[in-house]
């Protein structure tokens, strides 16, 4: 591979550490500081580190391989998720940014459970900790799997220096890099880093579909479309052979947001409430453009792919593949980039979450309820090294299928977390035992649906989405047990909003 990539790639692991040292000198002398950079993100940096840390490889790999195969009906997921995050923004921001200081100043989502509901707080704190700990621990390890495979399908000239096969290589480079600035810079790091991958991420799916489209081969959007028009007559349809639940299942992908922690964390640390509006609409703006070249790479890669004979073997590759192919090796390596940032972006959130738990949910709330402000610091960088080791190992083998527990994993925090936030947030009648029956029920629901292979094939006919009946199961029982136990006056009132 020439050395033009080596150099993209290259400054862009030094600004990755360079973000992490000036985050280390700026903002992690406390827990606080470490753990959600004191609640002072600017609205830019909130918005683009959520979108960010929300979208991954899938953005750049996923989606795309899902229109290159399948046409037009696959974007249906993008708009849920669209659509999920703008209602994320509205209802669940500002409400989270303000709740969580107004309790008791919760850092982690387990905690701010805990205080909102204190007659269930061990429970809710516990389970809700455990469930975060567990799933991000093969979230991050899909993540980095996703590092590993484009090592193996985009490196392999260059990585035969190494013992390790490439997709080992690649894990570990990618673990490597996310480790230091996440362990030394917390979650200034982590958020300031994944701002510059959001803007690498947006502007890479801006030049590649408009490179496909009137590059070299490419033959502009009426050649596109006639191409496409012989390799399926609906291949550009927005409904063909699309069901019911089908329809109803991309959708509802979108439901997932409420309860994503890595994502929800960064409302938290915004500066004010009153800077919410401003950061939803950097954010959604981000978004709209991201999705749509996303949906337009997969178009439009498949559109030249046969018009130029291209063999595509894994269509989740076709970023790789037109991106070697297309660019001069300078602009080769920062799409490169724009794909490791979309990883990294995701790995370091869900690494410091998770770590977040360990240090203030387990750490803090059973071994030293009064450990001092650096040595909570130093439990949270060494719960990032421990997490990520494991996540690791999960990865290590190149035929993991743990990149398919992805939708699992969405599915079970969205079931879990998002009525119970959503409620907690906006029912001032929710009790303390209906928050534990929701956790419990939406996790539970989303197990048993996959166990019995409900989501696959349902009575018959396609698959269900897990999340509908997760989220809709642990939504009732929240409302009804907290109907049932309102009387026993276990409930704390929301409060009204503050806007200063």
């Known amino acids: 591979m020439a050395i033009g990539v080596w150099i993209s790639l290259g400054l862009y692991f030094a600004l990755m550490l360079g973000i992490g040292f000036y985050a280390y000198r700026n903002s992690t002398s406390s827990s606080e500081e470490y753990i959600l950079g004191g609640r002072k993100l600017s609205p830019a940096v909130a918005a683009l580190s959520a979108g960010a840390s929300d979208m991954s490889g899938w953005l750049l790999l996923g989606l795309p391989g899902a229109l290159f195969v399948s046409g037009l009906v696959s974007a249906w997921i993008g708009i849920g998720l669209t659509l999920g995050a703008l209602v994320n923004w509205i209802v669940v921001a500002p409400r989270l940014r303000e ?9 982690t989502i387990p ?18 900790a455990i469930i975060v700990v567990v799933f991000f621990s093969v979230y991050t ?33 990618t673990l490597g890099v996310v480790l230091v600035y996440t362990v030394i810079g917390g979650f200034l790091a982590v958020s300031l880093t994944d701002f510059c991958q959001g803007v690498i991420m947006m502007l890479a799916l801006i030049i590649m579909p408009v490179a496909v489209l009137f590059g070299s081969g490419g033959g502009g959007l009426s050649q596109a479309s006639q191409t496409l028009a012989t390799v399926d007559p609906n291949y550009l349809s927005w409904f063909s052979g699309l069901s019911v639940m089908g329809f109803l299942s991309a959708i509802a992908w979108g439901l997932g947001y409420f309860g994503q922690p890595h994502i929800i964390v960064r409302f938290m640390a915004i500066r004010s409430v009153r800077e919410v509006p401003r950061a939803r609409n950097i954010g959604m703006t981000w ?31 076709i970023f790789i593949v037109l991106a070697d192919l297309l660019f001069h090796p300078l602009v080769t390596g920062f799409l490169f980039a724009a794909l490791l940032a979309a990883v990294m972006s995701t790995i370091s959130s869900q690494l410091l979450v998770a770590s977040s738990s360990l240090t203030e949910d387990f750490y803090r709330l059973f ?68 928050a534990v029956a929701g956790l419990v029920v939406g ?58």
């Open 99 to 107: 709740q969580t200081e107004r309790y008791d100043n919760s850092l």
């Open 367 to 434: 071994l030293r309820k009064n450990a001092s402000e650096k040595e909570t610091v130093l439990i949270g960088r060494i719960s990032v090294l421990l997490v990520g080791l494991v996540a690791a190992i999960i990865a290590w083998d190149p035929t993991s299928k743990v990149l398919g527990l992805v939708s699992h994993a969405w599915a079970g925090f969205g079931a879990a977390f998002g009525p119970l936030i959503v409620l907690a947030l906006t029912w001032r009648r929710m009790t303390g035992t209906g």
């Open 287 to 317: 978004m709209v453009i991201s999705v749509i070249g996303s949906i337009s790479l997969g178009i439009f890669g498949r559109a030249y792919a046969v018009r130029n004979g291209l063999e595509i073997e894994d269509p989740e590759t």
């Open 141 to 173: 390890a899909s993540g980095l799997v996703a590092g590993g495979k484009l090592a193996e399908s985009a490196f392999s000239s260059v990585l035969q220096f190494s013992a390790m096969s490439d997709y080992a290589v690649g894990v570990s480079l």
């Open 443 to 500: 996790a539970l629901t989303v197990v048993v649906w996959i166990m019995l292979g409900w989501d696959a094939s349902f009575m018959g006919g396609p698959g269900v989405y897990e999340i509908i009946p997760g989220f809709a199961a642990a939504w009732i029982a929240i409302y009804l047990v907290s109907l049932a136990t309102e009387s026993q006056g276990e409930f704390r009132p929301v409060p009204a909003m503050k806007t200063e």
């Open 111 to 128: 905690h701010f459970l805990s205080n909102r509901f204190p007659s269930r707080a061990m429970a809710l704190r516990v389970i809700s």
